[in-house]
């Protein structure tokens, strides 16, 4: 089934609210916390990281609802209004500026950014759902998510460009930055609420079984977890990037102004090489395309790592190359992901996406989170100081190499990880064609059998 152009766009819109705010925390909120609020840098992290433990809770809560909603508007669309509710005030509030440092700054950051999280989850997973339910075509779910990739390279340009920009140094601009991208966020939420009302919708009856049993069939589906393996790991290595960046920029190019400019070198590639990708996904299969592009992220992380001797130019250079490989990861993991929703409905004949969508955003949003704690962690080894606008501080040798070993050869070694892993990741095209749809042992829920011949 060909999704219609108006749908494709509608859905895409979406992206302005998910790339933002996966984006804006990994990338502002840790040097927000360290250099304008004053919080020590191991406890920045640690306020990062905890808010997403909650989502290790409530995002399969919220799976298993949109599972189970029966209304006028289909299963999912419900709650893309209902995140709109909670999201965008709380990022306003994240960002407001409070008249606090140290901890309680810290404390009134982590309360925000618990709502904002839980706001996210209640759009979020719902949303990533809706693409499997939409076809049932193996490379139309790859041209589907292709528009949302490149509303996600103008929403990442925006986030990584402008909101560096409007928030400078101080907590005024933290402020003015919060509240625009709060009234993005809202008009992004509402926007794909609208755009999808003529979806098509090849889904499964609701699931009646109870949140245990459908956890169990997500851990149960081997290709769920050697793909939420390989993206949790490349994700990690794009937290701990996105969350050094600003200090890179500061302490290694000397140029705060070159956050922007990194980030844009980021996302260029996004915006150009989306048709690439998906002939690519075609000609080497979705798996042996993922293989590429996770090489290409590692080897410009490691390139990075001579920027020091060899300026500035060659370290956008080298970001381009990230950049290759990050427009492929992010258009082929949600395609692939896609494929497994879809595989498990063939197969249980239930509709319970929202379930594997809810752990995979769950454990997405923990990672992500766990990229900027770990960057804070480096950071607290190397022996950097924290400080806010007024009482700037000089550096030690220590804190300047953990700054670009941070940023470079860790992100490179986790990126490795997930190549590894990809090998492992056996869903493809051949073994979802139809009459060839199999479960191996190991790969769903007890008793679950498909016909047809192994592939």
């Not at 990338?27 to 840098?41: C, E, I, R």
């Not at 905890?50 to 006028?72: F, H, I």
């Not at 509402?190 to 098509?200: C, E």
């Amino acid at each position: 089934m060909t999704v219609s152009r108006g749908v494709r766009l509608g859905y895409a819109v979406g992206s302005f609210c998910t790339a933002n705010f996966s984006t804006i925390p990994g990338l502002l909120l840790l040097y927000y916390m360290t250099n304008v609020l004053a919080v020590p840098a191991v406890l920045a992290g640690i306020v990062l990281f905890l808010p997403k433990a909650w989502d290790l809770l409530v995002n399969p809560l919220v799976g298993q609802w949109s599972d189970r909603t029966s209304s006028r508007w289909g299963p999912r669309r419900p709650w893309l209004l209902a995140g709109a509710a909670v999201l965008p005030a709380s990022f306003a509030v994240m960002f407001s500026g409070p008249p606090l440092t140290g901890v309680p700054a810290a404390v009134f950051v982590g309360v925000a950014f618990l709502f904002a999280s839980t706001g996210y989850a209640l759009y979020e997973v719902p949303y990533k759902a809706m693409p499997a339910e939409m076809s049932a075509d193996y490379h139309e779910r790859t041209s589907l998510l292709q528009w949302r990739m490149i509303f996600v390279a103008v929403s990442v340009a925006l986030s990584g460009v402008v909101a560096p920009m409007l928030a400078g140094d101080s907590a005024g601009g933290y402020r003015l930055m919060g509240v625009t991208f709060a009234a993005i966020l809202l008009a992004a939420m509402i926007g794909s609420f609208a755009g999808t009302a003529r979806a098509p919708f090849i889904g499964r009856q609701r699931s009646e079984g109870t949140l245990r049993s459908q956890l169990a069939a997500a851990r149960a589906s081997r290709p769920f977890l050697w793909l939420l393996g390989l993206s949790s790991a490349q994700n990690l290595a794009v937290g701990v990037m996105l969350a050094g960046a600003p200090y890179f920029a500061a302490y290694v190019l000397h140029d705060t102004a070159a956050t922007s400019t990194l980030f844009a070198a980021l996302v260029g590639p996004m915006l150009v090489t989306m048709p690439l990708w998906v002939r690519l996904a075609h000609r080497l299969d979705k798996r042996g395309a993922m293989v590429l592009a996770g090489s290409l992220f590692l080897i410009g992380a490691a390139l990075l790592v001579a920027a020091p001797v060899l300026g500035s130019l060659y370290a956008h250079l080298a970001v381009v190359s990230v950049g290759f490989g990050y427009a492929g990861l992010q258009l082929l993991q949600f395609s692939m992901l896609a494929d497994v929703i879809a595989h498990d409905s063939e197969v249980s004949g239930e509709r319970r996406g929202g379930v594997f969508t809810g752990l995979w955003t769950a454990i997405e949003n923990a990672v992500s989170a766990l990229g900027a704690t770990v960057y804070g962690a480096v950071l607290a080894v190397g022996g950097f100081i924290s400080s806010d606008p007024e009482t700037p501080v000089t550096q030690p040798d220590s804190a300047h190499t953990a700054v670009l070993i941070g940023v470079t050869l860790v992100p490179a070694l986790m990126s490795l990880a997930a190549v590894l892993m990809t090998l492992r990741y056996d869903l493809t095209a051949d073994r979802l064609a139809p009459g060839r749809l199999t479960v191996p042992a190991g790969d769903g829920p007890a008793g679950d059998t498909a016909g047809g011949t192994p592939a």
